[in-house]
């Protein structure tokens, strides 16, 4: 852990504090809400989470939120689950997406880039007549409000208008990515039933061509209550027999008809990775995006008018939601449809070039990638408009931090570098950047305001400075309203609410620090707990990555039938490398030097890769329960996962141990 008296690594000029929006809106809220003037930022976040009614509604007040109906009030019942967010108010996430459009018509909304790495603009009052067009289509067609519509789509052009387009008309969103095969798709979207399909021929990655002709066949087959199928013909296709042409859907020139629904009217389902069972079916609605994704965007990431925002993601996962809401900040959207590292590791930094992104969202993964590839990405290319690098998916470890301020300072970049952290499921952050805020190293700024965060102990009493869980002690408008197909609410109550009643469990260790900063230590549900000492797996990660013959690692505590505890190191190598006598002494030696003996496993596995579900992340539980004797198709969902020959390997590694 970083020591309390640390110096930071960045800290933002006076300027920089003074344009922040936050600034403008702390002096704002000061003047008419009353939140304190003085104080900076730990002021303000106590201020948010104390009185959350007021700071809703400063929020609503500051970004001009058009409510179609009054609120009664901003929270009806506060307990969780079932807190009520300005109930008796009706509005359209659409509407505000579009709002820009009114200003900025020639300015571009959308700037769509593929493997060419060419940006193809879309504006905004191009993007506004699509979304209208394709609107009073889906109205013609019979969606009405609470239907289900989906998108089996990669990150283009086409998936905003489409989400846009449902929005309007008051329908519910929900999106795979063409990489998911049949069954992972139909996992998801049979639990919901969607009246419409958008999809792709196909989609390019890599230099390639892949055909998806076959698998839409299928969902097409499997999805019985579907009434209409879209065609995107992405590789130039035609469409199949009975199915829309997408072009058809969105050639007239119309006023998108906003439908006004209640705040707490659904607006998307998103997934859980759903490594064991069915994917949940997580509902947001749309005024609880709305009004947290406004506060994240424009206070946190500080992003207007001005800015562009690219954020490395597919349709899979809940970050292009995030990124599709810069939109509801005037921000230009960056849209990357193809491989993150094609044709070379540098690629998202050549983009982030190309496209003149001030904010550059990726994974920490990324990062170490091109850390280890020897980019550079502030020499090579021009990223003089970046403001910031933000960073997700797993913890930024303390040298990606460092390679990332020591690249960009060697051009004389004054370099923001946020490591977030949150969760599909309430499509946002608990704790990120805070841009009037110093930075230190392998900690990610704050909590962001209106959510109080905490690390508690089994108990439920509050640390400072030590391991927890990571709770949130408030209900915060994004949190799902409910589960799809879990009536009584015992499968959502059971997700976050079981351990600690009345409070938001997450599942992630954390240790909030005594100045206010927040570090993630990687999942609770598979953390290492080795006589009776609680361990993340992420920090060992990153001591163990950090040397070059290891590509990629796992490590998993396993209790033992007799009461024992087996802590297995398991390691993909980089080409050319050994696990020979001498790299297994350095890795112990380096888990032991910059963690602790405790850290160091008791067998170091050499293994053919590391499994991961299909938006990236380690799959650390499925591979413990496989080490205990669970079956596969117990133990995971093998529709949601990038290579089930590899938990075969795992499978049978623990068949030989028994």
């Known amino acids: 852990m970083s020591s309390a008296n640390a110096s930071p690594l960045w800290q933002p000029d006076r300027e920089r504090i003074a344009r922040a929006q936050i600034t403008g809106f702390q ?113 013609t067609l019979g969606v009405r409000p609470g239907d289900r519509v989906s998108g089996y789509l990669p990150n283009i052009p086409q998936a905003v208008v489409a989400l846009l387009a449902t929005a309007a008309v008051g329908g519910v969103w929900t999106s795979c990515a063409p990489d998911f095969g049949a069954r992972s798709v139909l996992d998801r979207f049979q639990q919901v039933e969607p009246v419409v399909l958008f999809t792709v021929d196909g989609y390019r990655y890599g230099g390639k061509e892949h055909d998806r002709r076959d698998i839409v066949a299928e969902l097409r087959r499997e999805l019985p209550t579907l009434r209409a199928v879209v065609h995107v013909p992405l590789l130039g296709t035609e469409a199949p027999e009975g199915a829309l042409e997408w072009s058809a859907l969105t050639s007239a020139d119309v006023e998108p008809v906003f439908e006004a629904v209640p705040f707490d009217h659904p607006l998307w389902v998103l997934y859980s990775s759903g490594t064991t069972g069915l994917p949940k079916a997580i509902v947001q609605s749309q005024g609880g995006i709305l009004v947290e994704h406004l ?69 920490a993964a990324y990062v170490m990638a091109c850390r280890k590839a020897d980019v550079h990405p502030s020499r090579d290319f021009d990223l003089s408009r970046v403001q910031c690098v933000a960073t997700t998916g797993s913890p930024l470890p303390p040298d990606g931090f460092r390679w990332l301020h020591d690249e960009f300072a060697e051009s004389g970049a004054d370099l923001w570098i946020a490591s977030v952290s949150g969760g599909t499921d309430v499509c946002s952050c608990f704790a990120g950047c805070v841009p009037t805020l110093p930075v230190y190293i392998g900690e990610l700024q704050a909590p962001c305001l209106g959510t109080d965060l905490q690390s ?161 992340k380690r799959i650390e539980v499925p591979v413990k329960r496989l080490l205990q004797g669970a079956p596969l198709e117990k133990a995971v969902n093998v529709g949601s996962v990038d290579s089930v020959e590899l938990l075969r390997f795992y499978q049978d590694l623990a068949r030989k141990r028994t």
């Open 27 to 139: 002096a704002w809220a000061a003047e008419h809400h009353g939140a304190p003037a003085e104080g900076g930022y730990a002021a303000l976040h106590r201020w948010s989470v104390d009185e959350l009614d007021t700071f809703w509604k400063a929020v609503t007040d500051w970004f001009d939120v058009r409510f179609s109906t009054p609120y009664a009030r901003v929270l009806g019942d506060r307990s969780m689950p079932g807190a009520q967010w300005f109930p008796g108010a009706t509005l359209n996430y659409a509407e505000h997406a579009l709002r820009a459009a009114e200003a900025r018509a020639d300015a571009p909304a959308l700037l769509h880039v593929d493997e060419t790495h060419e940006p193809r603009p879309v504006s905004w009052s191009e993007l506004r007549r699509q979304v209208g067009s394709l609107a009073a289509e889906l109205r």
């Open 295 to 363: 506060k994240q965007l424009g206070l946190h990431c500080d992003m207007g008018p001005e800015d562009r925002f690219f954020w490395y993601t597919s349709t899979g996962w809940m970050m292009w939601n995030f990124l599709v809401s810069g939109l509801l900040t005037g921000t230009t959207i960056v849209l990357y449809d193809g491989s993150p590292g094609y044709p070379g590791t540098a690629a998202q930094w050549r983009i982030a070039e190309r496209t003149g992104a001030t904010l550059f969202g990726t994974s």
């Open 456 to 616: 508690w102990d089994p108990s439920g009493k509050p640390l400072t400075d030590e391991v927890g869980e990571l709770v949130v002690t408030n209900p915060m408008p994004s949190m799902p309203i409910r589960f799809w197909n879990d009536p009584d609410g015992s499968r959502y109550h059971d997700s976050y609410f079981d351990v600690y009643p009345g409070a938001w469990r997450h599942g992630d260790w954390i240790t909030v620090t005594s100045r206010g900063s927040v570090i993630i230590h990687g999942r609770s549900d598979s953390t290492l707990n080795r006589q009776g000492v609680r361990m993340g797996s992420a920090d060992i990660y990153e001591a163990v990555e950090r040397l070059p013959e290891i590509r990629e690692s796992l490590v998993i505590g396993v209790e033992q039938p007799d009461g024992g505890y087996w802590m297995p190191l398991f390691v993909h190598l980089a080409p050319g490398a050994a696990l020979d006598e001498a790299l297994l002494g350095r890795i112990k030696q380096t888990i032991r030097e910059q963690l602790s003996p405790r850290h160091v496993p008791d067998e170091v596995i050499e293994v053919p890769g590391i499994p991961h579900t299909l938006t990236g």
